[in-house]
């Protein structure tokens, strides 16, 4: 089994990655941990334990993290998500308590021990990298605990909080940054599974309205088809569900290394991830400081990530 640890901004997508996550037998689900964006940091916890509960999973430990990115003010996703962040299903919450840790704590502590058993563990960003950052920052040496990092976020193609950014990396710039420094000082091998995949695993309506017989299945549906019903579509996308299928499934995935930086400043663009795609002799030749390395994601067997996660949430 493949430990792991998903950091998440529960909303409905990362509801897609929990269930999956929390369910597939390969994988050994660590911890969860919460940080702000697409709704308050609060909602996501709750819907967090929530997903957990529908998913048979109280036994996994969920720790709240940053409220707010290190900068700029956090701008929630409601009009995506719904109210609640989970689709308003009203579906039953959860009222077991998170961890008493801080999600760095939580996050130090099992990476720590990840270190010391020689288990390392693939770290599943799918949100504003607040709680990375502080992580990093705080506790360098947890990142001896790391076996990879499969994160959500950036775009080499257009963005969708901006023109230039995609939502995670927007929200919080300076986090991405200090991630991605620590990868390339660290030597931390990192897949980037942004907006030019993100979209192209999708269930069908049919498919969703067959998913029954068990909670997981129930909320799995539940989600599809109300995310189908906000966007008028014939099913929906699993969104942040594909980048846990690419720890799962990772020959599902292609992907081509790549310098990835992240845009700091620019009223237009700042959140961009700038994916160097020039040949290697004018990167080699470029003046300014070395970015990390990044295994980006250029394109994903849509029909296989959506069929895995069928076959696991049902
Ligand atoms: O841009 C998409 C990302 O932003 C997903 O992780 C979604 O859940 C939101 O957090
Ligand atoms: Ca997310």
């Not at 299903?89 to 961890?99: A, I």
């Not at 907006?195 to 029954?212: E, I, K, N, P």
Request: proline letters at 6%; charged letters at 20%.
């Amino acid at each position: 089994m493949k430990p792991v640890i998903l950091d998440v901004d529960t909303g409905v997508d990362d509801a897609c990655a929990l269930l999956l996550a929390a369910r597939h037998p390969d994988l050994d689900l660590k911890a969860v941990t919460c940080v702000g964006g697409n709704v308050g940091i609060d909602d996501v916890v709750r819907n967090t334990l929530t997903v957990l509960e529908a998913a048979g999973r109280p036994d996994v430990p969920v720790a709240r993290g940053a409220a707010v990115p290190l900068i700029q003010p956090v701008h929630a996703a409601r009009h995506v998500h719904g109210e609640d962040g989970l689709g308003d299903l009203d579906w039953p919450r959860s009222t077991r308590s998170p961890d008493p840790r801080h999600a760095v704590e939580l996050l130090r502590d099992v990476l720590r021990d990840a270190a010391a058993t020689g288990e390392l563990v693939t770290l599943v960003p799918l949100a504003p990298m607040t709680n990375i950052a502080l992580l990093l920052r705080t506790y360098p040496d947890a990142a001896r605990g790391l076996r990879e990092i499969v994160f959500m976020g950036g775009a080499a193609g257009i963005g969708n909080a901006t023109a230039a950014a995609e939502f995670n990396i927007w929200s919080d710039p300076g986090a991405a940054a200090i991630v991605l420094a620590a990868v390339r000082e660290l030597e931390i091998p990192t897949t980037m599974y942004g907006l030019d995949v993100f979209h192209d695993v999708v269930v069908t309506l049919d498919q969703a309205r067959a998913l029954s017989g068990s909670q997981s299945a129930e909320l799995a549906g539940q989600l599809i088809i109300k995310r189908s019903e906000r966007y008028q579509s014939d099913g929906a996308g699993i969104g942040d569900g594909g980048a846990v299928c690419a720890v799962i499934d990772p020959a599902g995935l292609t992907t081509q290394e790549y310098p990835v930086r992240v845009e700091l400043s620019g009223e237009w663009s700042r959140g961009r991830t700038i994916v160097d795609t020039r040949p290697a002799i004018d990167v080699a030749h470029d003046p300014r400081a070395p970015a990390a390395t990044v295994r980006v994601a250029t394109a994903v067997d849509g029909k296989r990530y959506a069929e895995l996660w069928l076959a696991t949430v049902s």
